[in-house]
C-alpha cells in the first residue's frame, strides 16, 4: 500500500519569507500523481499544486514550487513571498492509477506578521 | 475548477438515528466519488469508494453495514451513518473526478460535521 509521510507537524514563517514543507512517499508505481492540498479553517480542501509522475520538470503556480525527486520518492513544497493568507493546513498527497488518493498527516503552517 | 457540492453542511443527530450526507457534482459527471473521515486536527482517512451503478469499495476498518454508501447517479453519491453513535461525530469530506479524466486532481465538498448526541 502506498504511504505518504509529512514529518513537520508545524511550521513557521515569517511574512514575505520563503518556507518549504516537506513530503516522502512510497509506493512500487511507476504512474502516479502527487498533490498540496490547502485546508484553512474553513475546512475546504483547496488544490495548491500538482506534479504528474512521469514529467521530469518541477511544477510551479505563481508562488507555490515543487521539488519533485522521484528515484528519492520526495515532493516538497515551496512557498515564496508567505503571505499571513497562506496559514493553514497543508496536506500532501498521492493518487495512484486506481485513483483513490492517500493523505500525509499535515503540517500546521503559521504566517508570523 | 469543477464544483462538487455536500449538504449538509453541519447536523447533529441523536443517539440512534440514522443520518444522510449528499454529495453532488454539479457541472461535471463523476463515475468514482470518495468519501473521507477526517479527525480533529488529523489527516483525512480514506473510508470508501463510490463507483457508479455498483457496490462502494470500503476501506479495511470501515464498518460497511455502519457507513451506507448510494452512488446512484454520475452526479450523486450519499452516505448514510446508520444507528449513530457519538464516536460517530467526526468531519467527513467526499470528493469526485471529472468522467472525462482530463483532470487529474479529485474536487472536494465543502464537508459535513457530525455530531451525535
Known amino acids: 500500500a502506498q504511504t505518504v509521510t509529512q514529518s513537520q507537524p508545524e511550521m513557521s514563517v515569517q511574512e514575505a519569507e520563503t518556507v518549504t514543507l516537506s513530503c516522502t512517499y512510497d509506493t512500487s508505481e511507476s504512474d502516479y500523481y502527487l498533490f498540496w492540498y490547502k485546508q484553512p479553517p474553513s475546512r475546504q480542501m483547496i488544490l495548491v499544486i500538482r506534479q504528474e509522475a512521469y514529467k521530469q520538470q518541477n511544477a510551479t503556480e505563481n508562488r507555490f514550487s515543487v521539488n519533485f525527486q522521484k528515484a528519492a520518492k520526495s515532493f516538497s513544497l515551496k512557498i515564496s513571498d508567505s503571505q499571513l493568507g497562506d496559514a493553514a493546513m497543508y496536506f500532501c498527497?498521492?493518487?495512484?492509477?486506481?485513483?483513490?488518493?492517500?493523505f500525509g498527516a499535515g503540517t500546521r503552517l503559521t504566517v508570523k506578521p | 475548477g469543477a464544483v462538487v457540492s455536500q449538504h449538509p453542511s453541519r447536523v447533529i443527530c441523536k443517539s440512534g438515528t440514522s443520518v444522510k450526507i449528499e454529495c453532488r457534482s454539479l457541472?461535471?459527471?463523476?463515475?468514482?466519488m470518495f468519501w473521507y473521515r477526517q479527525f480533529p486536527k488529523q489527516s483525512l482517512m480514506l473510508m470508501a469508494t463510490?463507483?457508479?451503478?455498483?457496490?462502494?469499495?470500503?476501506e479495511q476498518g470501515v464498518e460497511k453495514d455502519k457507513f451506507l454508501i448510494n452512488h446512484a447517479s454520475l452526479t450523486l453519491s450519499t452516505l448514510t451513518v446508520t444507528s449513530a453513535h457519538p464516536e460517530d461525530s467526526s468531519f467527513y469530506i467526499c470528493?469526485?473526478?471529472?468522467?472525462?479524466?482530463?483532470?487529474?486532481?479529485?474536487?472536494f465538498g465543502q464537508g459535513t460535521r457530525l455530531t451525535v448526541v
Open positions: 498527497a498521492y493518487r495512484s492509477a486506481t485513483n483513490d488518493m492517500r
Open positions: 457541472d461535471f459527471q463523476a463515475t468514482t
Open positions: 463510490s463507483n457508479e451503478g455498483s457496490k462502494a469499495t470500503y
Open positions: 470528493s469526485a473526478r471529472d468522467i472525462q479524466g482530463l483532470n487529474t486532481e479529485a474536487f
